[in-house]
């Protein structure tokens, strides 16, 4: 069965230091997004993804934030300069089409700013 | 109001007992609906589609009251295997999804 894999699984990184996180999101599928949670709160939308833009992101998603899909299977998400706040699980996850379609979503990469 | 409300628990539901439980719902736009199980540290795994008409899987069974705006999810004869966290989800934008906190239940031997 078809899965979004995600790297890397664990990403300790210092504050103000800038990372990439990496989806492989399910090859028919045509759009993709990026959530994250916070250990012991809720999943949150950060932005979605498709025909090569951003069709929509939360108030979470500022400036330094950024998404790419740098080749035909790699979907990235970039944080130009971390903070403290930004430990958190980031999951990646794509569907079919959007609205009714259902999302799947890989196994998350988990990062801790220090 | 909470795009999605649901509460915690935990829920403590011994072996083969049925569980049930629901969510509410803010945005009366909302158009499809699932429930997705998330383990501990792990990534939310689809559980099943909410219809209007309701639907059935095996064991779980999801119904969708439009005019109250509540989802409920109704699991019977509880596994052992059924512990983790329950949560309730919503398309609120075109493919924006808002989860609630989740449904924590422990199935108890």
């Known amino acids: 069965e078809p899965e979004v894999t995600q790297t890397p699984s664990h990403q300790v990184t210092q504050m103000g230091q800038e990372v990439i996180l990496r989806c492989v999101p399910i090859?028919?599928?045509?759009?993709f997004y990026w959530y994250r949670q916070i250990l012991g709160q809720k999943v949150e939308f950060l932005v979605s993804?498709?025909?090569?833009?951003?069709?929509?992101k939360s108030e979470i998603f500022d400036d330094q934030f950024s998404v790419e899909r740098p080749d035909g299977s790699n979907f990235t998400l970039k944080i130009r300069s971390t903070k403290l706040e930004d430990s958190a699980m980031y999951f990646c996850?794509?569907?079919?089409?959007?609205?009714?379609?259902?999302?799947?979503f890989g196994p998350g990469t988990r990062l801790t700013v220090t | 109001r909470k795009e999605v409300e649901q509460d915690p628990g935990p829920f403590n539901v011994p072996e083969g007992a049925t569980v049930a439980f629901n969510c509410t719902y803010s945005?009366?736009?909302?158009?499809?609906f699932f429930w997705y199980r998330q383990d501990c540290r792990k990534e939310p795994k689809l559980l099943m589609s909410?219809?209007?008409s309701g639907n059935e899987d095996g064991r779980f069974t999801a119904q969708l009251n439009r005019a109250s705006q509540y989802i409920s999810l109704l699991i019977r004869d509880s596994k052992l295997s059924d512990s983790a966290t329950y949560l309730c989800?919503?398309?609120?934008?075109?493919?924006?999804?808002?989860f609630g906190k989740g449904n924590q239940v422990v199935v108890i031997p």
């Open positions: 909410v219809y209007s």
């Open positions: 945005n009366s736009a909302s158009q499809s």
């Open positions: 996850a794509s569907s079919t089409d959007r609205g009714v379609y259902e999302q799947y």
């Open positions: 989800v919503v398309n609120i934008a075109n493919n924006r999804l808002a």
């Open positions: 090859s028919n599928h045509l759009y």
């Open positions: 993804f498709y025909n090569n833009e951003i069709s929509e």
